[in-house]
């Protein structure tokens, strides 16, 4: 069975400091990793994904995530965050041969003047 | 852009009352998604169809059933609402057919649901 685990339920930093959401997953058959972010009262949008190849993959406003096979982990990270960075994150893993998508428990990112 | 409408931002409902949960989405996904969003939980499937007619049980199936009479449409129906079933309901549609889980999803809004 997969899971998602996200290190860190919440997370406040100064803006334009730099910043790392921890994401662990665990499976058993090869997978994809995706990141959603949701901003208040709205529904989740896709920030980054991994589907195979380079184990760096950068994303929507400037987050980056790198896949880290040995250690089962999808780091997301931003060398500078901004005020309107404040919001919900999201890991998600899936698989081939499955619909599900699974997501982790979220990590709120409190981003401070 | 893939759209994903769900037709209430809010809801108060009776413990017993029968509930119905509309969703649309405008880009002929095949795939499409409830989840169920609580505080420290993340979200949990509650239902899948992949295609017109065909639903899937999810990892939280209990207390609800869906409807999918047109690819457009999925319907999430909570037949006698309980509190328990207080929360943010999530709608999701994705692309790809078959069972490849590669292409993300695309969410609605969100439909906050309270049950007294």
């Known amino acids: 069975a997969q899971s998602v685990t996200q290190l860190d339920s919440q997370v406040p930093v100064f803006e334009e400091a730099p910043v790392e959401l921890r994401c662990n997953y665990s499976?058993?058959?090869?997978?994809?990793l995706f990141w959603y972010v949701q901003y208040p009262n709205q529904g989740l949008q896709l920030l980054l994904k991994?589907?195979?190849?380079?184990?760096l993959v950068k994303g929507i406003n400037g987050f980056e995530a790198e896949f880290n096979k040995s250690q089962t982990s999808f780091h997301l990270r931003k060398p500078s965050v901004h005020i309107s960075d404040t919001a919900e994150y999201f890991c998600?893993?899936?698989?081939?041969?499955?619909?599900?998508?699974?997501f982790g428990a979220g990590t709120r990112l409190f981003v401070k003047a | 852009d893939v759209k994903v409408t769900q037709s209430s931002r809010y809801l108060v409902k009776r413990t017993g009352e029968k509930v119905f949960l509309e969703c649309v989405q405008d880009?002929?996904?095949?795939?499409m998604f409830w989840y169920r969003q609580d505080p420290g939980l993340g979200l949990r499937l509650i239902y899948f169809?992949?295609?017109?007619?065909?639903?899937e049980k999810g990892d939280i199936p209990e207390g609800y059933s869906v409807s999918r009479e047109k690819k457009e449409r999925f319907s999430l129906i909570l037949e006698s609402a309980s509190t328990n079933q207080t929360s943010m309901y999530l709608c999701?549609?994705?692309?790809?057919?078959?069972?490849?889980?590669?292409?993300?999803?695309?969410f609605g809004n969100g439909t906050r649901l309270t049950v007294t």
């Open positions: 999701a549609s994705s692309a790809q057919p078959g069972t490849e889980g590669s292409s993300p999803l695309h």
């Open positions: 499976s058993s058959v090869s997978v994809y």
């Open positions: 991994y589907l195979s190849g380079s184990t």
């Open positions: 998600a893993v899936s698989h081939t041969g499955g619909f599900k998508t699974i």
């Open positions: 880009m002929d996904h095949e795939n």
């Open positions: 169809s992949y295609d017109v007619k065909m639903k």
